[in-house]
């Protein structure tokens, strides 16, 4: 029996001569197949402003799991 563990994480990347290269290591087996979601760091920054000055005083480690939540309980 495969023991499933969850992965849903947001990693920033760069890109570069037709590359996204990932900012930081991720644990994944070599071959496996992700989904990959665009936003712009710009974009990202913009969202996080608007939902702190929802939230009150959330930090951003709260709001990007809550915009984390939001993201995937669409599919």
């Known amino acids: 029996m495969e023991v499933y563990e969850e992965l849903s994480k947001v ?3 760069v890109y570069k001569d037709g ?3 990932l900012l930081e290591p991720v644990e994944l087996k070599e071959g496996e197949e992700v989904f ?4 712009r760091y710009e974009d ?3 969202r996080l402003r608007k ?3 929802i939230l ?3 930090s951003r480690e709260e709001i990007e799991e809550l915009l ?3 993201e ?3 599919l």
């Open 11 to 13: 990693v920033r990347a």
């Open 19 to 21: 590359v996204l290269k």
């Open 36 to 39: 990959v979601r665009l936003e």
């Open 44 to 46: 990202r920054v913009k």
């Open 51 to 53: 939902y702190r000055g």
């Open 56 to 58: 009150g005083k959330a």
């Open 68 to 70: 984390l939540e939001a």
């Open 72 to 74: 995937f309980e669409r």
